[in-house]
């Protein structure tokens, strides 16, 4: 009761200030401190509404808490049990301590383990950053034989694009020439066509007696005709 009553005076006075505040527009001294008091004596307020449901909560079980108490009471006591029962808390919690003294000197001796390790492995990568500065200041013999070779390279790839260009250029001059002569194969084919067709026609209107010709006029028409075969198709063969 003497701490509610304390709990009470506070939030009295502080309703008080309030009721004070409402009515002057003037703020009182102290009202940072009394303002801190405010906000402690809601958190105490809720802390004791909490309390009192936890105590009324209690208070409902207590029936069956007080045979439960009673009955353990009324057991006569006995002292070599508990002593055993204590002796056997006791042996658990050593044992408990020594695997977790064990696990600290397993963890300590890893700690040192890893430290170990870390420090080579430091040690190390210093080495391997000085090696790789050392290689890289210092130029390898075999560098100026590849800038050698890849002059020469750059050399030759120039070579083969002109020559690569210059194939190009022939193998399509050599289809246009093909093609044309092609045309003129074809051409004389015709040509030579035409003429054993005209000379059939005229052999065929003599026979018939359709023309009238002297001998020499036909022989003369004839050697001219095989003539131009012949050289139709001696320029074929060339």
């Known amino acids: 009761m003497k701490e509610l009553l304390k709990i009470a005076t506070i939030l009295h006075s502080a309703m008080k200030h309030a009721m004070n505040n409402d009515s002057s527009t003037a703020p009182p001294p102290g009202l940072g401190i009394k303002l801190q008091e405010v906000k402690r004596a809601r958190q105490l307020a809720s802390e004791i509404g909490n309390s009192g449901a936890a105590l009324y909560d209690m ?70 950053e000085k090696r ?28 083969y694009l002109e020559r690569f260009r210059n194939l190009d250029y022939l193998e399509r001059e050599l289809d246009q020439y093909n093609q044309e002569e092609q045309e003129k194969l074809d051409e004389r084919d015709r040509v030579m066509q035409a003429l054993q067709s005209k000379l059939k026609d005229e052999e065929r209107r003599i026979l018939r007696g359709e023309t009238e010709a002297n001998d020499e006029d036909f022989c003369m028409f004839v050697v001219f005709t095989y003539s131009c075969i012949y050289l139709l198709r001696i320029s074929i063969i060339w």
């Open 59 to 128: 208070l409902g079980a207590e029936q069956e808490s007080r045979e439960a108490r009673q009955r353990a009471l009324a057991k006569p006591l006995n002292m070599e049990t508990i002593e055993r029962a204590v002796q056997d808390s006791i042996t658990q919690l050593t044992d408990e301590v020594d695997k977790m003294n064990t696990q600290l000197q397993q963890l300590s001796a890893d700690e040192g383990s890893l430290q170990s390790r870390i420090e080579k492995k430091k040690a190390e990568l210093e080495r391997a």
């Open 132 to 159: 790789l500065k050392s290689l890289q200041a210092v130029r390898p013999a075999f560098m100026d034989e590849y800038d050698r070779l890849e002059q020469e390279m750059a050399k030759l790839y120039e070579t």
